[in-house]
């Protein structure tokens, strides 16, 4: 059975008969975000320690122990930043010469990404020590061999960093230059060793998770290609009813677990765009009990109150699932969520005054997205709740575009 086989047909066989006005939001798991990220904060912060001593027993035995305690600390750091730079550097030039959409780029706490006219940067408010890069294909030709290169390129950064410093360092001699080339060498080292190990990430995939899939081929390889050829089309701006079937219909595919929620975040627009709203409905309600990590688990609280309120045109199940959602400082995405689930909300409500203020901003909003495709359904949406009141008694709307795909990243260390 494939890693995420079992948790899916689990998922699935307790959703049977579910949807939003059955389903309570006291029901679903605790968002999983601050338990896994201390967790995996941590253990990166072990690791960090036990390999710098580590790198000091092997490359600084040289140096008198004062100058030990007190600036090769800071060059041990100062490498580890530059050697996850160094990593995320050969994901990036992979990704434009195989024809790559880059879409986001992090290394540490400074992130990229692509808006609808031009690129954005903000400081990430959590401590990260690792980075990445969220691209996507261009075209399908060679689709597969271009994807092993992009995802093979950041290993391949850190083990040619690993013998370029080990180099410089043995010929360079003693001092803190050669030093801090020793450093870079013993993090290039164990970053090469590390994403070669079948080490198992929750929620994410690692590049050896991605290379293993894609090396064996198969209908994971499929799966795993489809989503990222699936946000290209999406981010050329091809709406999500518009998709091909082929690439939406092989996404029930059963792999790992996070590309079966990435499939199945697809699938919900498919459906939802293409007015088959049972079949999308059932979709959010396993979406929803899945152990969302950082705001994800609060923009899909939204989107159920977007669906009750807009799609089934039902105020009180969109006042259960928006009662109890924290209102905490918000991100542009969460922003976003919320703007248009309060703006569907008002419009259910009959608040005609109310609801227009809200979908016009959350239409600018929209204006930014980058994904032009999820973009085009949610304004389009957004224009029908301005230019008319809701109407209980008529049929329902023609848009549903809703949640943006989560970008399949290529993660690293």
Known sequence: MLPGEKAMNESS???????LNTLSPQDLPAP?????????????LIGMAVGGAIGLTLSIKDLEL???????????????????????????????????RVVALGIHWFVAYRVRKGWRFKISVAPALSGFVSAFPIGANRLRMRAIAVVAAGPVASATAFIASALIQS????????EGFGALAFWSGLTTFL???PLKVRYALTD?????????GGSPAALLLANHSLCSLSFEGIRPR????????????????????????FKYNWLADSGRLDEAEAILVWLLKQPWTGENAQIWRYEAVWFAAFHRRDPAVAV???????????????????????????????????AVDLAVKARAACEQMADAGISAGIREALDLMIAQPADHSSGKPDSFSAVQPPSSEITSL
Request: one cysteine or more; glycine letters at 6%; aromatic letters at 6%.
């Open 32 to 44: 999983a975000s601050r338990r896994l990220e201390m967790s995996r904060r941590r253990r990166m």
């Open 195 to 197: 994403t070669i190990l």
């Open 242 to 265: 518009n998709w091909p079937s082929r690439l939406v219909e092989c996404l029930d595919d059963q792999a790992d677990i996070e590309l079966v929620r990435s499939a199945r975040t």
């Open 13 to 19: 066989s307790n959703n049977t008969g579910s949807t």
């Open 320 to 354: 259960k699932w928006r009662t109890g959602i924290p209102e905490s400082a918000a991100g542009v995405e969460i922003g976003r969520a919320k703007l248009r689930a309060d703006a569907a909300l008002a419009w259910a409500n009959g608040q005609t005054r109310e």
């Open 66 to 100: 004062p100058a030990l305690s007190q600036s090769l600390i800071v060059l041990l750091v100062i490498a580890w930043f530059a050697n996850v730079a160094i990593h995320e550097a050969g994901h990036l030039a992979a990704a434009c010469l195989m024809r790559y």
């Open 171 to 178: 010929h360079t001699g003693r001092g803190w230059i050669a």
């Open 208 to 216: 050896h998770a991605q290379f293993r899939i894609l090396a064996r």
